[in-house]
């Protein structure tokens, strides 16, 4: 038994990217992905769909059936699965392999129907098990965790303010924005400095009012620029430490021996 827990251990190590071989393994599905995104973006092409078509199929079984491996061995080999299988880059793997099962349980009618097309852009969602190889996704998860009552608040104002800025727009210019949605729409594109031009002030008011949604705009972009950078920074530039691969605690100093919630040999 202890041999069989010591076997679950290295590959659950390898399949985190431990080692040579788990750095080839996370390079071989880096690849994989890049692939099977590919395959996916020329399928929607309808004349590479019917040239290709049958290609582009198999490429697409192969490369699911090794997902689904990856994804049966990182659920075998760790310890608490119902945990684990909630995890947000678990449901991941799960999302990049579930639409190919489906289509394949109930194949659409035509590839251009909404239910074909859905299925596909499902598939697309695959390109976010990259995540699960990126070290900034680490940073921003760490940004979320602990900055999200600064983002939630700043979230909650800018919205309040273009509720505001659009309807004062709606009732100054009622002749450009004949309804809320629309100055709503301009305020939101105002305040994201795209300004795609389809609609704008044309009075002296309500270029005054636009005037002010450009001027609130740079405190609306500055603020929580500020607060992801300086998280960002203080994600970078923390202590180094140990992750127990028994319950999950990675607060554990890098020169610990033992995990300090669980007690399991770092």
């Known amino acids: 038994m202890a041999n ?3 076997f679950k251990d290295k590959v659950h190590a390898v399949m985190k990217g431990e080692g ?5 393994i996370d390079v071989f599905v880096i690849i994989l992905i890049i692939v099977s995104l ?7 092409v309808k004349d590479l769909r019917a040239q290709y078509g049958n290609f582009l199929e198999y490429v697409e079984l192969i490369i699911t059936i090794i997902f689904t491996i990856e994804y049966l061995i990182r659920l075998w080999s760790c ?11 678990y449901l991941i793997d799960l999302v990049a392999i579930l639409p190919f099962y489906i289509s394949l349980i109930a194949p659409p009618a035509s590839p251009d129907l909404l239910f074909a ?3 596909r852009v499902l598939r697309a969602f695959r390109i976010l098990k990259l995540g699960r190889y990126l070290a900034v996704v680490e940073g921003i998860k760490y940004v979320i965790r602990t900055r999200k009552a600064e983002l939630a608040s700043i979230v909650v104002i800018s ?3 273009l509720f505001l800025i659009g309807s ?5 210019e009622p002749q450009t924005f004949d309804n809320i949605p629309n100055a709503i729409w301009w305020a939101l594109v105002t305040l994201a400095t795209v300004g795609y031009g389809d609609i704008h002030p044309l009075t002296p008011i309500g270029k005054i009012v636009g005037s002010v949604a450009i001027y609130m705009s740079v405190a609306f972009i500055a603020i929580p ?5 300086a998280s960002l920074t203080q994600y970078y530039f923390r202590p180094e430490t140990v992750t127990c691969k028994k319950c999950g605690n990675g607060r554990n100093p890098k020169d610990a021996k033992f995990c300090y919630r669980c007690g399991k040999d770092l």
């Open 4 to 6: 069989y827990d010591n």
């Open 20 to 24: 040579r071989l788990g750095q080839a």
């Open 38 to 44: 590919g395959a996916i973006t020329l399928e929607s």
């Open 79 to 89: 310890d608490n699965r119902i945990r684990h299988v909630s995890r947000p880059l």
């Open 117 to 119: 097309r859905a299925i």
């Open 159 to 161: 919205l309040i303010f």
């Open 168 to 172: 004062v727009e709606y009732l100054v």
């Open 225 to 229: 620029t500020a607060i992801i950078g």
